[in-house]
């Protein structure tokens, strides 16, 4: 398994910024796909989920803020940031996981920093 995270940078609050992750390694279109998020001294915290069906969900802080979505053919998961806030300033991790008891695997992470 194998996940690429790219797309992070230095954004202005209020701007929008599209994080992308490639994967390969798996049956993509089977796996659940998720970014989190982490923050040095803080644990790591969902973001957003695509699932196998095409089903997503968000955290109740990003809800409206966020758009994940995911192209089975391309192998890839996106995460589309809005209105960023100076608080969405973390590293932004890609996950791939088949089922809720199976391992979840992470990419190297992308760093989001919001600032003006």
């Known amino acids: 398994v194998q996940l690429v995270e790219s797309g992070g940078g230095l954004v202005q609050p209020g701007e929008s910024l599209r994080l992308s992750c490639a994967a390969s390694?798996?049956?993509?279109?089977?796996?659940?796909m998720a970014w989190y998020r982490q923050v040095p001294g803080k644990e790591r915290e969902l973001v957003a989920t695509?699932?196998?069906?095409?089903?997503?969900s968000y955290a109740d802080s990003m809800k409206g803020r966020c758009t994940i979505s995911r192209d089975n053919y391309k192998n890839t998961v996106d995460l589309l940031l809005q209105n960023v806030k100076p608080e969405d300033t973390a590293v932004y991790y890609c996950?791939?996981?088949?089922?809720?008891?199976?391992?979840?695997?992470w990419g190297q992470g992308t760093q989001v920093t919001v600032s003006s």
């Open positions: 390694g798996f049956p993509f279109a089977g796996w659940v």
């Open positions: 996950s791939a996981q088949l089922r809720s008891w199976s391992p979840r695997y």
């Open positions: 695509a699932g196998a069906a095409g089903m997503t």
